[in-house]
């Protein structure tokens, strides 16, 4: 499989120069083009496709930065489907916590409660995102351990995040009804 920093020539980051992704996808879109190849052999035109796809999905991936953050994790082996995906056992009961409490408003809704829980997901998220900031930011220098703990240390933000996400779409369904 083609490493998609690699493909755009860029470094990996989590913090992706988005204008040179851009930059990168129009350059490449313009290259292998199909059109641009209808009289070659079948198998030139198959390979301008498949590059024309890479290109395509690499895009996708590195303009995304919840994306771009899962696909270097994946590349680094780190996020496993049904592998060990564990969180600290303080915020699995935090979000357990959570979670009971947005049951409880399935059976008697409170607006002010849920407005608390929106508020408290809003405020977890918030510094979740300004603790991994700096991480994020050095992380392009870091080389070996350094490298690995903070891979390590963006996985648990990363599923920290998700877990919120799923929090915050539940919150969303009871606005919606309410």
Do not use: C, W
Not at 31 to 59: C, G, R, V, W
Not at 89 to 107: G, I, K, Q, R, Y
């Amino acid at each position: 499989m083609t490493n998609y920093f690699e493909f755009y020539n860029l470094p990996e980051s989590f913090l992706a120069d988005e204008k040179a992704v851009k930059a990168k996808y129009y350059e490449l879109s313009r290259a292998y083009h199909p059109d641009f190849f209808a009289n070659d052999t079948p198998e030139k035109q198959q390979e301008i496709l498949q590059l024309s796809t890479i290109n395509t999905n690499a895009y996708r991936t590195l303009s995304d930065p919840d994306l771009r953050m899962q696909y270097i994790l994946k590349e680094h082996g780190l996020l496993e489907e049904g592998g060990k995906n564990e969180l600290p056992s303080d915020f699995l009961m935090e979000m357990m916590e959570m979670n009971e409490e947005l049951m409880e408003l399935e059976f008697d809704f409170d607006a002010e409660k849920l407005q608390e829980i929106g508020e408290n997901v809003a405020g977890l998220t918030a510094t979740l995102d300004a603790d991994i900031l700096p991480t994020l930011q050095r992380f392009p220098e870091l080389h070996g351990v350094t490298k690995e703990a903070a891979l390590e240390e963006v996985k648990t933000y990363y599923l920290k995040k998700k877990y919120l996400l799923r929090i915050k779409e539940t919150l969303s369904k009871f606005a919606a009804r309410s």
